[in-house]
């Protein structure tokens, strides 16, 4: 990777913040202008979501990759390990530090600026279906990143990386976070698309279980993924 690594911690940092400040910030808006309509509400939410995520990955891949989430850093690395290609080990701890504390927060900037409460989520989340959902969405989300990185369709990863988080909105019934540090920071607002303290621990649990289920069927779909790990999600410059 050409960039520094200061210079991709800023970008993850960036990213993660504003990605947060997405999913909740248009969560506020959807309650405010459709109030009592929920279906509306996800509608108005995913869509904000998949096109914030295409445009963060588009502006900031080239720096960093554009991970904005723990459980694909720890992919890159695990999967690029023996090729020596991907981050290290001490890298994925950096980024998911970064990660976490931007979308920490991007979730106190967006209750700043639709002027609500800086408040804990009261909204409880781990049913059992919700936890084998973030399982179901983890998984394939990791799947589609390295499938495009091994048969060189990174170009793709903004469209298709959104849209897939966009559709696990519907077909998941955890709304699918697919991400640690998203889970975290959504804690910081007591809105439409916070989580609760006492969801994060199991939604994390499921999401690293997600973690490894993707990536043993990337390893079993596309052998030699490995080698092109340096250029998850987008190929720094």
């Given at each position: 990777m050409n960039s520094s690594l200061p210079r991709r911690?800023?970008?993850?940092?960036?990213?993660?913040?504003?990605?947060?400040?997405?999913?909740?910030?248009?969560?506020?808006?959807?309650?405010?202008?459709?109030?009592?309509?929920t279906g509306l509400q996800l509608l108005e939410n995913s869509m904000a979501t998949v096109f914030g995520l295409a445009a963060l990955?588009?502006?900031?891949?080239?720096?960093?990759g554009a991970h904005?989430?723990?459980?694909?850093?720890l992919a890159d690395w695990f999967l690029g390990r023996r090729a020596g290609k991907g981050l290290s080990l001490g890298e994925?701890?950096?980024?998911?530090?970064?990660?976490i504390l931007g979308a920490v927060g991007?979730?106190?900037?967006?209750?700043?600026?639709?002027?609500?409460?800086?408040?804990?989520?009261?909204?409880?989340?781990a049913t059992g279906g919700h936890l084998v959902a973030e399982i179901v969405a983890t998984a394939g989300l990791v799947a589609l990143i390295f499938a495009l990185v091994r048969s060189d369709r990174g170009a793709l990863a903004a469209p298709?990386?959104?849209?897939?988080?966009?559709?696990?909105?519907?077909?998941t019934s955890s709304t699918s976070f697919a991400n640690p540090a998203v889970t975290i920071g959504r804690v910081f607002s007591d809105t439409f698309a916070g989580i609760a303290p006492g969801s994060v621990a199991p939604f994390i649990l499921a999401q690293l279980v997600g973690l490894v289920v993707g990536v043993l069927l990337i390893l079993a779909l596309y052998p030699g993924v490995g080698d092109k790990a340096d250029d998850a999600v987008v190929r720094p410059g």
């Open positions: 911690l800023l970008a993850e940092l960036v990213g993660s913040a504003l990605l947060v400040a997405v999913v909740v910030g248009s969560g506020i808006a959807a309650q405010e202008l459709s109030p009592g309509d990955i588009l502006m900031l891949g080239p720096v960093s904005f989430n723990p459980v694909v850093s994925v701890a950096a980024y998911s530090v970064v990660q991007g979730a106190a900037l967006a209750n700043v600026m639709f002027e609500v409460d800086q408040a804990i989520s009261a909204k409880e989340r298709a990386v959104g849209g897939y988080i966009g559709a696990a909105y519907w077909f």
